[in-house]
């Protein structure tokens, strides 16, 4: 499987450690050794292998394994994921991996620096812990520091731990730290802190310090928790420290985590923005002071950058027998193009809320010192007008009055204003939302309607008998839905206001017309070689298509992106043959048209296969 990884920092990355996450959507785990003991990493020359190292492998959800690559400044570079040998056995390997990995399994005390120590350290390769001891009074000159080598130039960095304080034997005596050296000597060194620090009761709690120099006495507390620890208890520790992005700052988060229950005691952040901040390389070191004994079962160490890296999967293909190629969509690395389409989580789909479009809109503001309602609307009757101005919630409103205009047989007048020219017709559906106002009387057989027309005639889509108004002068919003007969390349709306008596005022603002779109979207491979084979074989697809959605493949012809075979869903879901349609093309591309007329849903492209005689 290709994968890429992009630097986003700006400077090159390496032997960097960069995760890469697997799970069932993404990754076919029945074509890997049940442990992942199959697993090897290369180069982008393929033969070049990585270290990496299996954090957790879970067949049945997520796995994370860590590589180490180099990745040149602000570049994408290419590597490959190889498995399916059975047979192999595990290359899987945290220490060759991280900057610094020791389980204490062995007795490494040669690695190792010793600032301190008061007795110690001590090797238990059989329980694999590493145990030393401090019996100062104060912090200062009697502190106890253990650091491998490899680390004495590292500046950014994650720290990994296991830690227990054993023994404390006296008041206020006892603590541990996970450190970050910058400057100072080995006997009084200036150092961010992650540590367990006792209260006068000598109760361990998580704090974030700092020490300075000179004198090396002085340090002080930049962030604690109230949550107590307990001696002869495992506890994992989680410090990440590095420089801001712009050097302004060092940025530290610290987290403890109870192993017995699984729970996390404490989450510390701090941004330092002193003098004193890291700006060069420094030391990670296990510490422990002031008469204690501490045990550190693991530690560990990897390098960060800001930003972090990104890895985006591609797509897998079978080496062996050059017989197929899948992509499960982990990424976008085997696609070359995504129109109105995203990948996520192992599914290509829609984006979303691309179909609502406003067609129209009036808020009947004066343009060019013409009358609101003259811009976009012409009049049946004489009775429009632009009213009192600007409306008291919504700015412009166009007004009908009946001022003593009654017909004397039906003592009614109707007049109306209508807008032309709106482009419905490759809406799937549309709505009508407008405000509406009455200031004078309520009499029943006062009629406010909104109408569409059809082609040959007017559809009243919204009514209302305004004197069932309890008040006046209070702005109420209506819509409606447009129906389907008036959705036209040249679509018509009418406001008719009906009046049975005079001095009527009614209100019009903020006219719109909205379509919903029948959206669609595509998505094409990156080209697709027939290899050493002698023809294509057959094109299948898992995907899953909710009610008014729908997914049309077609094989291209690399070269100029002609269409070979055209494939629907169910075709492509059962498998079908492209033999006959895509022959022995040198290379192809594989494409998928999604659509729906249901905004609200889109249709999920899951994975696409193609295989070769």
């Not at 069932?468 to 209070?474: I, K, L, R």
Request: net charge negative.
């Amino acid at each position: 499987m290709r994968f890429n990884v992009t630097d986003n920092s700006g400077t090159n990355l390496t032997k960097f450690q960069v995760p890469v996450y697997l799970n069932t959507t993404t990754f076919n785990y029945s074509k890997v050794n049940a442990s992942g003991a199959d697993l090897r990493f290369t180069e982008d020359d393929e033969t070049t292998t990585l270290d990496y190292w299996i954090e957790t492998w879970n067949t049945s959800g997520v796995s994370k394994v860590w590589v180490e690559v180099n990745v040149s400044a602000s570049s994408t570079d290419t590597f490959f994921m190889y498995y399916g040998n059975g047979s192999a056995s595990s290359g899987s390997n945290k220490s060759a991996t991280w900057l610094w990995y020791d389980d204490f399994s062995t007795n490494t005390s040669s690695l190792y620096n010793v600032i301190g120590i008061d007795q110690g350290p001590w090797f238990n390769t059989t329980a694999g812990y590493v145990e030393f001891r401090e019996y100062g009074t104060a912090i200062g000159a009697d502190h106890s520091l253990l650091y491998p080598n490899v680390l004495a130039s590292i500046t950014n960095a994650v720290i990994e731990a296991r830690v227990m304080i054993s023994v404390q034997w006296e008041f206020q005596g006892g603590w541990w730290a996970i450190f970050a050296r910058h400057n100072g000597s080995d006997v009084c060194p200036i150092t961010y802190g992650f540590d367990a620090k006792p209260n006068t009761t000598s109760v361990e709690r998580p704090v974030l310090e700092r020490f300075t120099y000179p004198p090396c006495v002085n340090r002080s507390q930049l962030a604690g928790a109230s949550n107590t620890m307990a001696n002869l208890n495992w506890y994992d520790v989680y410090a990440t420290i590095g420089n801001s992005c712009d050097n302004s700052s060092c940025n530290m988060t610290y987290t403890v985590i109870n192993v017995s229950t699984n729970t996390t005691l404490a989450t510390l952040i701090y941004n330092d923005n002193s003098a004193s901040r890291i700006l060069g390389p420094g030391i990670v070191a296990m510490g422990c002071y002031e008469n204690t004994s501490v045990r550190y079962d693991y530690f560990g160490v990897r390098k960060i950058a800001c930003s972090e890296p990104t890895v985006n999967l591609g797509e897998e293909e079978e080496i062996a027998t050059n017989a197929s190629r899948t992509d499960y969509f982990g990424g976008t690395v085997g696609l070359s193009n995504l129109t109105n389409t995203t990948v996520s989580n192992g599914n290509v789909s829609l984006v979303a809320a691309s179909g609502n479009v406003t067609a129209f809109f009036d808020g009947f503001e004066q343009v060019g010192g013409q009358p609101y309602y003259n811009v976009n609307w012409s009049r049946q009757g004489t009775d429009w007008d632009e009213g009192s101005g600007p409306g008291l919630i919504h700015e412009g409103v166009s007004s009908a009055h009946a001022d003593d205009q009654c017909d004397e047989t039906n003592d009614w007048i109707q007049t109306n204003v209508s807008v032309t020219s709106i482009d419905l017709s490759d809406a799937n559906s549309a709505t009508m939302d407008l405000w509406v106002r009455e200031d004078t009387s309520f009499d029943a057989g006062d009629w406010f309607r909104v109408r569409a027309w059809n082609g040959s005639a007017w559809v009243v889509i919204y009514e209302e008998d305004t004197g069932n108004w309890a008040s006046g002068g209070t702005w109420r919003n209506r819509w409606a839905s447009i129906p389907s007969a008036c959705l036209l390349s040249d679509s018509q709306f009418r406001i008719t206001i009906i009046a049975d008596n005079t001095n009527e005022d009614i209100y019009v603002d903020e006219f719109r017309i909205i379509k919903q779109l029948n959206v669609s979207g595509s998505v094409t491979s990156t080209n697709v070689s027939l290899g050493n084979r002698s023809a294509w074989n057959m094109f299948y697809a898992s995907h899953t298509l909710p009610a008014n959605t729908d997914i049309n493949y077609r094989v291209l012809a690399a070269s100029n992106n002609s269409i070979l075979c055209t494939i629907n869903a169910s075709q492509a879901a059962a498998g079908y043959n492209i033999s006959s349609c895509a022959g022995n093309i040198s290379l192809i591309k594989l494409y998928a048209n999604l659509s729906t007329s249901n905004n609200s849903v889109t249709p999920l492209l899951g994975t696409w296969n193609v295989t070769r005689k």
